[in-house]
């Protein structure tokens, strides 16, 4: 016959350790249970168990990245030449001279501004049309027949020519970007032949001298294809680790003793472990399954 009388070591534990008052304290804090705080001593175990996950989404990003670049973007191609504009030698006043120093700088923006004229750009679209025909032009140019001939608007030729002055002052830096190697240098020739005449007539210009010939180049400048791949491999690395991170804190299980004792600060008198048995058979099932045969 079994014994209903209530056990003795059960009433000798303190009441905030039974079941019905551990209940009820853990209900009071179910806040705790919503999120999990992230420690940082955890976040080198966490990303080590999930390894493999962020290898892969790296390789899937790096590899996304790569063929994006290379079947999907337009490359392009860039050619450059540099004038040396030598300023007349009235405005010089002193080399070492501040104001000198200026005035040439002030002669740069200005022959910009005159490179960058209408009349100029139509010099550069009639000298292409001649050379290249409006045919093949028309695969990396847009042309406008609106006066029944074929041209090229201004203000798509200034979208493909920078000029500019980095380091030298008295150096003008003449850049064409466009989908064809021969195109970009071939514009960066047609402005570097036209550009001392107009330069030494409409500005105070005593001379302008070619100082780098525009050449052909033979691979893109864009897209940099092993640059967009590894920045793809680093997103998609950086993406699933805070994805991973995100998981953890949001996920409020229980995992571990040690983490009720963090988050509820009460001893945990007994663990039953997830263990399997097997039978004679090979047969497999679980401490569940074995105490409920046991009971049978």
């Not at 299980?253 to 039953?272: G, M, Q, T, Y």
Request: proline share 5%.
């Amino acid at each position: 016959m079994r014994n209903t009388e209530p056990d003795m070591e059960l009433q000798n534990y303190p009441v905030s350790s039974q079941p019905q008052l551990v209940k009820k304290e853990l209900a009071e804090d179910s806040s705790h249970l919503t999120y999990h705080q992230l420690h940082v001593i955890e976040i080198p175990r966490i990303l080590l168990r999930w390894s493999w996950l962020i290898v892969l989404c790296g390789v899937l990003g790096f590899v996304g990245a790569r063929t994006v670049s290379d079947r999907f973007m337009t490359p392009l191609f860039s050619s450059n030449t540099s004038l040396r504009i030598d300023i007349a030698p009235e405005a010089m006043g002193t080399p070492a001279h501040p104001s000198a120093i200026t005035g040439a700088r002030q002669l740069v923006d200005s022959s910009i501004l005159i490179l960058e004229a209408g009349d100029v750009m139509d010099m550069i679209s009639s000298q292409l049309l001649e050379d290249f025909g409006a045919e093949w032009l028309s695969n990396y140019i847009a042309i406008s027949w609106r006066t029944g001939e074929p041209q090229i608007e201004p203000s798509t030729l200034r979208r493909l020519i920078n000029m500019s002055s980095p380091r030298n002052a008295e150096i003008l830096r003449i850049e064409a970007v466009t989908g064809s190697a021969v195109l970009s240098a071939r514009i960066c020739t047609i402005m570097a032949e036209i550009a001392p005449d107009l330069l030494v007539a409409g500005a105070n210009v005593s001379s302008v001298g070619l100082v780098d010939t525009a050449r052909i180049a033979h691979s893109p400048s864009s897209p940099r294809v092993m640059q967009n791949s590894m920045l793809g491999g680093v997103g998609g690395v950086a993406f699933m680790t805070a994805i991973i991170l995100a998981l953890h804190v949001l996920d409020g299980r229980i995992k571990d003793e040690n983490e009720i004792k963090r988050r509820f600060n009460i001893s945990v008198l007994a663990e039953i472990p997830e263990c399997k048995f097997f039978t004679n058979k090979g047969a497999r099932f679980s401490y569940e399954e074995r105490k409920q045969e046991q009971w049978q």
